[in-house]
Nanobody, 124 residues
Framework: QVQLEESGGGLVQAGGSLRLSCATSGRTFSSYSMGWFRQAPGKEREFVAAIRWTFGLSYYADSVKGRFTISRDNAKNTVYLQMNSLKPEDTAVYYC?????????????????WGQGTQVTVSS
């Protein structure tokens, strides 16, 4: 069982930055691929970014490419999402998720464990 806890959300003006953190339990964090998803009011949950447990390869949704960076610190059992140049359309609840898989990391159903989410609000 893996438990995930997000933090770092908040209110920021457009153009600003936030860094989200996702702390995980367990001693096998390094063998999990990690993903970030988001869900805006009235919309479906969508993929934001993911990082494979092998080779640390990362993937991004087109909407955040060049602005967001996913990273992981295996010593701290934590994955991060650095968000720069934030836009009002980035407003959503952000969730981190974990999976043993390496492929199809943009798909919700691939993930086995989810956090409770953290709210990010970007004002115009």
């Amino acid at each position: 069982q893996v438990q995930l806890e997000e933090s770092g959300g908040g209110l920021v003006q457009a153009g600003g930055s936030l860094r989200l953190s996702c702390a995980t339990s367990g001693r096998t964090f390094s063998s999990y691929s990690m993903g970030w998803f988001r869900q805006a009011p009235g919309k479906e949950r969508e993929f934001v970014a993911a990082i494979r447990w092998t080779f640390g390869l990362s993937y991004y949704a087109d909407s955040v490419k060049g602005r967001f960076t996913i990273s992981r610190d295996n010593a701290k059992n934590t994955v991060y999402l650095q968000m720069n140049s934030l836009k009002p359309e980035d407003t959503a609840v952000y969730y981190c998720a974990a999976t043993k898989r390496e492929l199809r990391l943009g798909m919700l159903e691939v993930y086995d464990y989810w956090g409770q989410g953290t709210q990010v609000t970007v004002s115009s």
